[in-house]
């Protein structure tokens, strides 16, 4: 089982959808998580990070976090075709260690 | 400088020759990182530093790449006798201390082999 498992797509959404990501990690002690972006050609860029179980809203982002069942997805609502790209998840804190793992990203594609 | 700088932005090399590949993080960052990803996939983990402390090489792919971070600083990745399944972008980040801090991507290396 891969540490950090995302499906990798490509997600198709019409302009305007809800876009839901999601992301499941094997390690329990896992503290910290985070969402990525990275167009083509480009390097990762931080959309959000989320510490605690719940939802957290950022613009027309929100990220959600259960620790229980160690999944995190971010949903992107009024998808816009500027917002197709590859959403990377990221885990932090695994192991005890500060070490960054990342998924293998989610291709998403946002049909105008 | 404002952000993580990477040098050279490109690098084609002969199979068999040898390359460096530069970071320069933020001023204040004590944690670097080095990932490589290939064409189309996820980032590959490849070595940690922080502080002091002795650096995480578990990510390390073999003994012909090293890395070393000379004042805390600045960080060289060595590739030695590069093969052609080495071409790929070598991403540098850093971030400040603790757990939880942002990661902030370098723009990235693209080296390609010969």
């Known amino acids: 089982q891969k540490e950090v498992e995302q499906n990798s797509g490509p997600l198709s959404v019409p302009e305007g959808a809800i876009a839901s990501l999601n992301c499941t990690y094997s390690?329990?002690?896992?503290?910290?998580f985070f969402w990525y972006r990275q167009y083509s050609g480009k390097s990762p860029e931080l959309i959000m990070s989320i510490y605690s179980n719940g939802d957290k809203e950022d613009g027309r982002f929100t990220a959600q976090l259960n620790k229980a069942s160690q999944y995190v997805s971010l949903l992107i609502r009024d998808s816009q075709p500027s917002d197709s790209a590859t959403y990377l998840c990221a885990v932090n804190g695994a192991s005890g260690t500060y070490k960054y793992i990342f998924g293998t990203g989610t291709r998403l594609k946002v049909l105008a | 400088g404002a952000g993580v700088s990477q040098s050279p932005s490109n690098k084609v090399t002969e199979k068999g020759k040898d390359v460096e590949l530069r970071c320069d993080p933020i001023s204040g960052h004590t944690a670097l990182y080095w990932y490589r990803q290939s064409l189309g996939q996820g980032l590959e983990f490849l070595i940690y530093f922080q502080g002091n402390s002795a650096p995480d090489k578990s990510g390390l792919p073999s003994d012909r790449f090293s890395a070393e971070r000379t004042g805390g600083s600045v960080s060289t990745l060595t590739i030695q006798r590069t093969q052609q399944e080495d071409s790929a972008v070598y991403l540098c980040a850093s971030s400040s201390p603790g757990l939880g801090e942002t990661q902030y991507f370098g723009p990235g290396t693209r080296l390609l082999v010969l």
């Open positions: 390690d329990r002690v896992s503290q910290s």
